[in-house]
């Protein structure tokens, strides 16, 4: 009776869960749904009295039906229940999702011997419906179903059943259709629901095209589907896209462009609205007409101009249209006998363009005639008498007392599809006295090597005062390109500066108060040659010019003796004078700055003292905390000093309970960093020995460590602005150098970084702060060194020197130029030393250029001695700067790469896309790369970055991990390559 009571309770329960069932992802298509049934299943159940049909409504009143069976009181159950026969359709894989309740045997008293709690689901495939027939040993068992929650009679009593979904795969399935059945062995279950489902790519409009509902074909690989344009745009590329197994669409390829007239609008393109137009192909947005332009029908490819407005054939559909300008205002003639210089005003309208150009028309008028003609003979007009672009213009060579009208015209672009609106100003003018005629003989009176005397007589008509005369004169092979103007107030002159035995065209002409008048003919005159005698005059310049050199020599010597003794005298005199004594015994020489190691002082202090200024406790304000270091806390605050400004300062404090050794290690920095003055370089403002706690006060960095700002900051600088960063370290480091100081532990997390984005070294503690840096975790005789930025020598002998500097900074470039990640990625410190000695080098991250990456390579030469010295890279970095253009070229851009110093040979050969994976840590883009049709090496050597984006690896670190690597496998395989080629 209890367990009865059990299975109506089931049925009951079914009823209150039917609303819960009703909505399916679109990818999926039903082939069977015993809830959406309206009339009877007509399931076979065998035994007649094992599995049982239950008919009932929801709470919508909806018709459902459930199957429940609970013999759990006799043993050797084998109750079956089987569907009706199923179609597939195109279906291959099979989605089988059970919905049902279970009750617990614990719950049932006397039945733990009979009682299950399970049931098993099995599938027969057939070619067609086999009616009534039925056959236990030719069904194929999917799956064992047990349930996650079970019921008991407590939750009967209290109404609260647990239903349990469970969805098996069943594929392939070759044949037509197929049928489901369910073997209970001894269980109190009710089935609830019954869905058989298949997964499908569905029908979706991607970049313009349109993808058919797709059905995957098999179990395994991705279906590559070719997609359609929609009307209305044609294929830029050929739309592509993958559909997986779960019915999802993937990669997409290609797109399609909508034409001309028509614009991406709901997923279709669609023509431009009345008053807007597009003139090209392409996925942007139709334009609203420019000014003084219409369109009343829609896909307009241009607009049309308003009446009396015109576009030009050079001008864009875009641009608006124009007119012809109005005319020139305000003409002024300023007559200058027979020249005259006119000069006008803009127009008022421009026509609406920048392109406004004048032309100056010439009209000849006699007296009392109406009709003027066209200026004739040689009047000049300077610069031109066309394509004006300024307003004002010199017209020469006008005849004497005759009447001019000069038209002046204003046109643009538009003005010749415009001729009757074409509009000018006019002004007349009568010119005055004229100018005086040619010159008509030049004689030659004297030639030397490199000049000629000339004269002439006046002309034979002056018409009035001659004030003077140009002589114009050139190389007769120049042919007038290249010539020479003098002026002459009388009718003689000589022309100097000449080449030997070379001929001279010479034109002469004369000006009045009238002006110039016409030039002479050209008159030819030839220089002397080379081996010309010199004259006796000549020979006394050069006696006199020699015998001043050697008085000049003689002087320069004595003086030089004279001088050498006394100063030698001076040194000898006074070479104590010139050193200066530090009180630990080093010397240095005036006006020359040399690093003093602080430990060589018998005393800390007395170094301290020497080097960094001592503060008054009271003049320091701490605001917060902002870190801790290696001896205490790390502050923010305030250092107010007397008749000073207040400024940001930070603090290190040492903490309480330190040691003596503690307490030199804590003051060695400051009086390493008190030693330095450089803007690129952490200033020290003091320190606090004489009170508690000890503090050394700092500049304050207000954007904190370069290596963690430029991860904030990922992408968000110009190259301009990373090299300036590259320029102040490097300039730092060349202050540093210069003072004979060796830093040992350049890293982007000692350089620090101020509101305005300069750069400067800081960490000056390497000896202590090292032996607890995670970093340093490669341990030689003297201590703990960072081993991803020390050069080999360091790490293998211990020679820290500038030029092991400069192997940090080449690392610090990679990390400025990568925005901080991390050099060498995930490699073991281990394998970073046996990478580097095998001659491995990091690639160029992405968006390097190939200026920078050589530079790093060079600061990466094994051989320390052809390291760049931080003089010739803060030189460098200058030039890169001052040629913004020499930083355009990408090593991504280009298919060749600078050798490393090293060997690529040594570099690990990957046999496969899935191996090169896996070594960088990529092994999820495996599909990406098999579903874009990259099954090679080779072809992965050629990809670039478009292609990396384009396959669908979209965060943009892994983008930069993939491009690394594919520039050292190009490398690598251009290296194989070469070796094939010379086998």
Avoid at 558 to 571: A, E, P, Q, T
Avoid at 676 to 691: A, C, K, Q, Y
Wanted: hydrophobic content about 35%; some cysteine; charged content about 20%.
């Amino acid at each position: 009776m209890d367990c009865r009571l059990g299975v109506l309770f089931l049925a009951i329960f079914t009823c209150s869960c039917g609303a819960q069932l009703s909505s399916y992802p679109s990818n999926e298509v039903n082939l069977l749904d015993s809830k959406a049934s309206q009339g009877e299943l007509g399931w076979i159940s065998y035994p007649s009295h094992g599995w049982e049909e239950i008919s009932g409504v929801d709470e919508h009143y909806t018709p459902i039906h459930t199957f429940q069976v609970c013999n759990i009181m006799e043993y050797n159950q084998n109750n079956w229940l089987r569907t009706t026969w199923i179609p597939r359709n195109s279906a291959q894989k099979i989605y089988v999702e059970l919905k049902f309740t279970l009750r617990d045997c614990n719950s049932i008293p006397l039945v733990l011997g009979t009682c299950k709690e399970t049931f098993n689901l099995y599938y027969l495939e057939s070619d067609e419906d086999q009616g009534a027939k039925f056959r236990e040993h030719q069904f194929s068992k999917i799956d064992t179903i047990a349930a996650d929650e079970s019921f008991t009679q407590t939750d009967l009593g209290d109404r609260i059943l647990k239903l349990n979904t469970e969805v098996r795969e069943v594929g392939p399935i070759t044949r037509k259709g197929f049928y489901l059945a369910f073997q209970d062995l001894g269980a109190c279950v009710a089935l609830v629901s019954v869905r058989v489902y298949f997964k499908k790519c569905p029908q979706m409009v991607r970049n313009l095209a349109v993808f058919p509902d797709t059905v995957p074909t098999d179990s395994q690989s991705l279906v590559e589907v070719q997609g359609s344009c929609v009307n209305n745009s044609k294929e830029e590329e050929t739309p592509k896209m993958y559909c997986s197994t779960e019915g999802e669409w993937l990669v997409p390829i290609g797109q399609c462009l909508c034409d001309i007239g028509y614009e991406e609008r709901t997923f279709s393109c669609q023509a431009c609205r009345p008053g807007f137009y597009k003139s090209s192909s392409g996925n942007m947005k139709c334009s609203k007409c420019p000014p003084n332009s219409h369109t009343y029908q829609e896909g307009s490819v241009y607009c049309v101009c308003d009446r009396n407005y015109f576009r030009s054939e050079d001008d864009p559909a875009s641009m608006a249209c124009s007119r012809p300008p109005s005319a020139p205002r305000n003409v002024i003639s300023i007559i200058n006998e027979t020249s005259v210089i006119l000069d006008w005003s803009w127009p008022t309208d421009t026509g609406g363009r920048k392109d406004v150009t004048f032309n100056v028309v010439c009209k000849r008028c006699g007296r009392g005639q109406q009709q003027c003609e066209p200026c004739r003979g040689a009047v000049r007009f300077l610069p031109r008498p066309t394509g004006l672009s300024n307003t004002t213009v010199t017209v020469a060579d006008l005849l004497a007392h005759t009447n001019y009208t000069f038209e002046i015209e204003a046109l643009n672009g538009v003005s010749a599809l415009a001729p009757t609106q074409r509009q000018y100003a006019a002004v007349t003018i009568t010119t005055n006295q004229a100018a005086p005629s040619p010159v008509a003989v030049v004689r030659k009176n004297k030639t030397s090597q490199r000049s000629i005397s000339l004269s002439w007589q006046e002309p034979e008509r002056p018409n009035g005062i001659i004030l003077d005369y140009e002589v114009k004169y050139y190389e007769k092979q120049e042919q007038e390109t290249s010539y020479t103007i003098l002026r002459a107030k009388g009718t003689n002159v000589t022309l100097t500066g000449l080449k030997p035995d070379t001929t001279y065209a010479v034109q002469i002409r004369a000006r009045t108060a009238a002006g110039y008048g016409s030039s002479s003919k050209k008159f030819e005159f030839e220089t002397s040659p080379e081996s010309f005698s010199i004259t006796s005059e000549n020979s006394q310049l050069i006696l006199i010019a020699i015998c001043s050199a050697v008085v000049i020599i003689f002087l320069t010597v004595v003086g030089y003796i004279l001088v050498s003794r006394f100063c030698g005298h001076r040194r000898s005199k006074h070479s104590d004078e010139k050193r200066m004594n530090y009180g630990n015994g080093h010397l240095r020489l005036p006006g020359v700055r040399t690093y003093v190691d602080p430990h060589t002082y018998e005393d800390p202090s007395q170094a301290v003292h020497e080097f960094a200024k001592e503060l008054d406790a009271s003049c320091i304000a701490i605001d917060k905390v902002v870190g801790a270091g290696e001896f205490g806390e790390v502050c923010c605050g305030r250092l107010k000093l007397p008749s000073k400004k207040e400024i940001c300062v930070a603090i290190k404090t040492l903490k309480a309970g330190y040691s003596e050794e503690q307490r030199r290690d804590f003051l060695s920095e400051a009086s390493i960093m008190g030693q330095f003055d450089h803007p690129n370089i952490i200033r020290l403002e003091g320190v606090v020995t004489r009170s508690k706690p000890v503090v050394i006060v700092t500049e304050f960095m207000e954007n904190g460590s370069l290596d963690s700002f430029l991860r904030k900051h990922d992408a968000q600088f110009t190259v301009i602005q990373l090299v300036g960063m590259l320029r102040g370290i490097a300039s730092g480091m060349k202050h540093l150098s210069d003072m004979g100081y060796v830093h040992r532990d350049l890293a982007a997390r000692n350089i620090l970084v101020n509101s305005n984005l300069v750069c400067k070294v800081s960490d000056f503690g390497l000896s202590r702060v090292l032996e607890d840096d995670p970093e340093a975790a490669y341990t030689t005789t003297g201590g703990k060194i960072p081993i991803r930025w020390t050069s080999p020598e360091a790490i293998a002998y211990r020679k820290f020197s500038s030029a092991s500097d400069a192997w940090s900074y080449g690392i610090v470039m990679w990390e400025v130029m990568s925005y901080g990640e991390r050099p060498y990625w995930e490699m073991s410190n281990q394998d970073v030393i046996l990478s580097i000695e095998e001659g491995y080098r990091l690639p160029a991250p992405m968006g390097c250029p190939v200026a920078l990456h050589q530079l790093m390579l060079h600061c990466w030469n094994k051989e320390r001695s052809l390291r760049p010295k931080f003089t010739d890279v803060v030189s460098f970095l200058d030039k890169l700067i001052r040629n913004p253009s020499s930083l355009l070229m990408l090593v991504e851009d280009i298919q060749s790469f600078p050798e490393s110093p090293g060997d690529v040979s040594d570099y690990p050969l990957f046999i496969s896309i899935s191996d090169w994976l896996d070594s960088i840590k990529m092994s999820q883009y495996k599909s990406y790369f098999l579903a874009a049709g990259y099954t090679t090496l080779d072809s992965v050597s050629r990809m670039t970055i478009e292609d990396v984006r384009q396959i669908g690896v979209t965060l943009i670190g892994h983008q930069r991990r993939i491009v690394s690597s594919i520039q050292t496998l190009r490398l690598q395989l251009l290296h194989v390559h070469d070796d094939a080629f010379h086998v």
